[in-house]
């Protein structure tokens, strides 16, 4: 240990003078150590002391096949010594056309077209150039309009920015990308009306969507954008009826629906696709994380015959391209990756344990700071109140002390890696490595019950 320090030390001076951190508050660190994870194995990481984590966010929702994966790096040094690079700019790899096969043999109805970006960002945002162009083939040029959910979170480019529904995310970047607009989402724990079963909820929320369409004009809006289980805000998953309402009405107005499953997707819900978990056809679902487990970046665009249809005759095109899209190493592991899928049937062994999963954070319930627990597969999502009897929730100083003031850390420092968030109300979000079984479930409630515990005695 003696022999690691000097490394350690050297690192952690070396991320604060020149490591920018996303998504991170650098005064932070002024006076702190920044925590360096060296390495990882199974549902485990270890930072640079020697410490053990369970990694209850499969690093970003990520790592579906767990870390130290030999044969992810095996395919991933295999590929990179015959072609490390080349691009998909009218030309093709092995690879990729694998890949691109196996996608569109995997994707609910007749998602064959793949257009590989790097990661989920840029999928989204192709998603939108296609609809568009589309539209202007189609003879709709005037339909260029998205809608999305509040609070729901779709990437961080131009963009998909302007298509993420959370204002504190946007406001320094403004003025976005002009068009997007936004409709409710489904968290049943706080619907504006409590008499609601949860299918009345479901209609409600997606008769929003038509009724948006109307406002902006049918002839205006090319496309909506939805997660199976949507992320930020803290795992709503879809009512009953809900994505089967969307879905008579995108055909009423000849609107596209996207399924964004760059979370969603490859296991997360049990499922290669959420859309097939929840049993509705998408125009486009975008993915990315869990297709490689986060061994190379990688991400994609499915899209329907359909939408291809313009674009394959004559002199059209779609104008757009990535440079490492489809990335011959990213293609090789994420073949890889879906025979560790087929192999362990990882989508069964999520199915079967989720309830199990599900079981043990609703033993949580007992505890005066825990309002609803939510989610499906391996995604949940813990909501934390003030009042459970009133769901009264904290104000922005209360959860600025709770979250970031205690709860991040703490969780941090009693081994458990994962993710207290406020972009709607304070949450504790779970999404380990699809390898967990009950033995990871019972450290996790372990941990959640000690840290929450401690966090309502300081309130």
């Avoid at 859309?275 to 679902?285: E, K, L, S, V």
Wanted: aromatic share 12%; with cysteine; proline share 6%.
């Amino acid at each position: 240990m003696t022999d690691q320090q000097p490394d350690a030390a050297r690192l952690d001076q070396a991320a604060r003078d020149h490591l920018w951190m996303h998504f991170t508050r650098l005064s932070a660190y002024a006076d702190a150590p920044v925590p360096v994870i060296v390495r990882g194995d199974g549902p485990y990481i270890y930072d640079s002391n020697g410490k053990r984590y369970l990694d209850g966010l499969a690093g970003l929702f990520v790592v579906q096949t767990g870390h130290g994966r030999q044969e992810l790096a095996d395919a991933a040094a295999k590929q990179a010594s015959e072609l490390a690079y080349f691009p998909l700019w009218s030309y093709g790899h092995p690879k990729a056309i694998e890949l691109a096969d196996r996608l569109a043999d995997l994707a609910p109805g007749d998602l064959n077209r793949v257009f590989f970006t790097t990661g989920g960002s840029e999928a989204v945002e192709s998603a939108w150039k296609l609809a568009r162009s589309y539209f202007k083939h189609t003879g709709k040029p005037m339909k260029t309009k998205v809608l999305s959910r509040s609070i729901a979170y779709h990437g961080t480019s131009m963009g998909a920015l302007s298509i993420t529904g959370i204002p504190v995310l946007k406001q320094e970047f403004e003025p976005l990308v002009p068009g997007a607009f936004r409709v409710p989402n489904t968290n049943f724990y706080r619907r504006p009306d409590q008499s609601m079963t949860e299918e009345q909820f479901g209609i409600w929320a997606a008769d929003r969507i038509a009724e948006a369409i109307e406002f902006e004009g049918p002839e205006t809006v090319a496309a909506v954008y939805l997660e199976p289980v949507q992320n930020a805000g803290g795992c709503f998953p879809p009512p009953a009826g809900y994505f089967q309402r969307v879905r008579e009405i995108c055909d009423r107005y000849d609107v596209l629906l996207v399924s964004d499953e760059v979370i969603c997707a490859f296991g997360r819900l049990g499922e290669y696709f959420g859309a097939t978990r929840f049993g509705y056809q998408p125009d486009i679902i975008t993915v990315a994380k869990g297709l490689t487990s986060g061994y190379v970046p990688l991400g994609a665009m499915l899209a329907s015959e359909r939408l291809a249809e313009p674009f394959l005759s004559g002199s059209n095109w779609f104008a757009h391209g990535i440079t490492y899209g489809g990335h011959p190493v990213g293609s090789a592991v994420a073949l890889a990756n879906l025979d560790i899928f087929e192999r362990e049937d990882l989508n069964a062994h999520v199915r079967t344990n989720s309830p199990l999963f599900r079981s043990y954070l609703e033993r949580l319930y007992d505890l005066p700071i825990v309002g609803d627990v939510r989610g499906d597969g391996y995604f949940f999502g813990i909501e934390l109140v003030k009042d459970k009897e009133t769901k009264e929730t904290f104000n922005e100083e209360e959860s600025e002390a709770l979250l970031r003031g205690f709860l991040s850390k703490a969780l941090f420092d009693a081994g458990l890696y994962c993710r207290a968030d406020d972009r709607g109300d304070p949450v504790i979000q779970l999404a380990p490595p699809l390898i967990c079984d009950e033995s990871h479930f019972i450290e996790i409630e372990q941990i959640l019950r000690s840290v929450l515990t401690e966090a309502w005695a300081r309130l």
